[in-house]
């Protein structure tokens, strides 16, 4: 019998769509799961000539062609642990192990250590895309030995998206290196996703569109620089009817998000970096607000609204909203790079940021038009810093700041809330060279603490005695 070239431990959504993605491609696959059930559930509902069920961790060791390779597709935390744990005593130098789900990168540089001095070579695989990419083609950000990608490159790269025929998976770099771009891959889509939530708000609560109008909107806007994946899912989501009901969906969905860390991880690691990804942690912010359902239902009739204002003429809304909305999103773009290259230097990784944004052209959340314009600067100037600082990006603000500014106006003035917007006009602002204030800040720490300060008109550490 052919033996198998791949096992993947763990047959929940993502691992069966993984496992079946790569049956499809002709690779025999071997398919474990803890709990028997689940593998039952996936031979019935979904039987494939090159998926082979295994009950037995150790006969699904025995089943593969050497050097071994197994994708673990659990929980991320702990159950990475216990699953690395149970293969160990089972498989040999060599051996490779993948890790698809959305570890902790520090997690990764740990286990990827402690496993390269037993010989084993380990992978911290970020795979973006849901279930329909995982299934289909997702975009893969493989983390680990450069030499040995090799062997597990042949695999990755088949079940990968392809962007204008190219795979959306590509090395990134040793240890966490993968881990890490899929961390900030899933920052900026929840950077991305506020700003769409907050044009939302910005169409519904100032300019009064109608879900049918959104629809259209998000659909129109789906044909020019905004066109992305979330662009054109928020689209179908505003025509969705309930189950319930003959209305939208949408209207009856609680206004309360979830997170599972990703996005938060972002965030934490940025201020550790020293590098400001404030739209990140912003978004971060309004899901954490969202979750306040009962302080905000009491509080909503405790505080003044703003005296309503005139409703905007909607032509010419829609347009300020989709130049701001894209101005926005250039900064959360840049700020989640910038986070990129200060980790690359950081940890030694020598991240290839045109790639990076070229393997998120298609299969991950992210997705975009805009994708190949960002491959295009990092191609133009490996060592770009900040991707406003690019011709066409720089461009795109120049044309756009005033309509963003418009905009955050008219949801200032209409009490809307738009926190990413908010931080995406401050760091172009500040980014852009305007006084900041530090100088006052300064003077301040040098006054109560003789911190010192530099000054405009000499070099220098200076302290003053302050005479007050
Ligand atoms: C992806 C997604 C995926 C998942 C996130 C959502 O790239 O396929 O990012 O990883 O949807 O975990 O994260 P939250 O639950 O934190 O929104």
């Not at 997702?138 to 392809?162: Q, R």
């Not at 090395?171 to 991305?192: L, Q, T």
């Not at 040098?446 to 007050?468: L, P, Q, V």
Request: with cysteine; proline share 4%; net charge negative.
């Amino acid at each position: 019998m052919r033996r198998t070239e791949i096992g993947v431990i763990g047959l929940a959504v993502m691992g069966r769509s993984l496992a079946l993605n790569m049956a499809d491609h002709g690779f025999k696959v071997g398919g474990y799961n803890r709990s028997r059930e689940v593998t039952d559930e996936v031979l019935r509902e979904h039987p494939h000539e090159n998926f082979v069920p295994f009950y037995d961790m150790k006969e699904l060791v025995e089943s593969q062609e050497r050097p071994r390779k197994f994708m673990i597709m659990v929980k991320a935390g702990k159950p990475v642990d216990m699953v690395i744990e149970q293969l160990l005593p089972l498989i040999d130098e060599g051996d490779m192990i993948l890790d698809g789900g959305n570890s902790f990168f520090e997690d990764t540089r740990r286990r990827e250590k402690n496993l390269r001095e037993k010989g084993i070579l380990y992978f911290g695989t970020g795979v973006s895309g849901g279930e329909k990419g995982a299934r289909f083609g997702p975009s893969i950000m493989p983390g680990g030995d450069k030499e040995a990608y090799g062997h597990i490159a042949p695999i990755l790269e088949a079940i990968a998206a392809k962007a204008q025929g190219e795979p959306c998976c590509a090395y990134m770099g040793p240890d966490g290196a993968g881990h890490y771009v899929k961390m900030v891959h899933n920052g900026i889509e929840y950077a991305d996703m506020q700003l769409i939530a907050e044009a939302y708000l910005l169409l519904k609560y100032a300019g009064g569109f109608t879900n049918e109008e959104l629809a259209d909107t998000f659909a129109e806007w789906n044909e020019g620089e905004l066109k992305s994946y979330l662009i054109e899912i928020t689209a179908g989501i505003f025509r969705e009817k309930d189950d319930f009901t003959d209305k939208e969906l949408v209207d009856y969905i609680l206004d309360s998000a979830g997170q599972k860390g990703t996005g938060r991880w972002t965030s934490l690691e940025s201020l550790k970096q020293g590098v400001n990804v404030s739209m990140i942690t912003a978004a971060c912010n309004a899901r954490i607000m969202s979750n306040r359902i009962e302080e905000r239902k009491t509080a909503r009739d405790l505080f003044d609204s703003p005296k309503p204002k005139p409703a905007p003429e909607k032509t010419a809304f829609k347009k300020q909203v989709r130049e701001g909305l894209y101005t926005a999103k250039i900064a959360a773009y840049a700020q989640g790079f910038e986070l990129l290259s200060h980790a690359s230097g950081e940890y030694g990784w020598d991240l290839d940021y045109g790639r990076v944004a070229s393997i998120f052209r298609a299969g991950c959340i992210i997705q975009a038009q805009f994708l190949d314009d960002i491959t295009r600067a990092f191609e133009k100037n490996g060592a770009l810093k900040n991707l406003m600082m690019d011709s066409f990006f720089m461009d795109g603000v120049n044309r756009g700041q005033r309509s963003l500014r418009d905009i955050m106006c008219m949801g200032i003035q209409k009490g809307i809330p738009l926190p990413a917007m908010s931080q995406a006009v401050a760091y172009i602002d500040a980014f852009r060279g305007m006084p900041v204030g530090a100088n006052l800040i300064q003077a301040q720490r040098d006054c109560f603490g003789a911190h010192t300060y530099e000054r405009t008109d000499r070099g220098g550490i200076f302290h003053h005695d302050w005479r007050f």
